[in-house]
């Protein structure tokens, strides 16, 4: 599966941003998808998860309660409502696909497949 990430922007704090992953293939709803992301200087985290039939996600502690991750799974696009946006929240967005959920909640034997990411900046 190919993976396409967009909708990273520069944002102030306090402001939203939606990303959206675009998967090729006729497979998409075979995938647990996650989105992980890289500040500068730092490693790569997860962020969120979704499980293939988008009943089951999971975040990371500090965007709980802020991000919303879903699916569509007819238009084979994962999403991530980000709010209530911190200067913290500044990094490298990646969308990740992988049949196992195992793997979409950890960098650790992490998923098989990444999306090319996208920036997104949130001003103080």
């Known amino acids: 599966v190919q993976l396409q990430a967009s909708g990273g922007g520069l944002v102030q704090a306090g402001g939203s941003l939606r990303l959206s992953c675009a998967a090729s293939g006729r497979t998409f709803s075979s995938y647990c998808m996650g989105w992980f992301r890289q500040a500068p200087g730092k490693e790569r985290e997860f962020v969120a998860a979704?499980?293939?039939?988008?009943?089951?996600?999971y975040y990371a502690d500090s965007v709980e309660g802020r991000f919303t991750i879903s699916r569509d799974n007819a238009k084979n696009t994962v999403y991530l409502q980000m709010n209530s946006l911190k200067p913290e929240d500044t990094a490298v967005y990646y969308c990740a696909a992988d049949p196992d959920m195992t793997r979409v909640v950890t960098t650790i034997r992490g998923p098989d497949y990444w999306g090319q990411g996208t920036q997104v900046t949130v001003s103080s």
């Open positions: 979704i499980s293939w039939s988008g009943g089951s996600t």
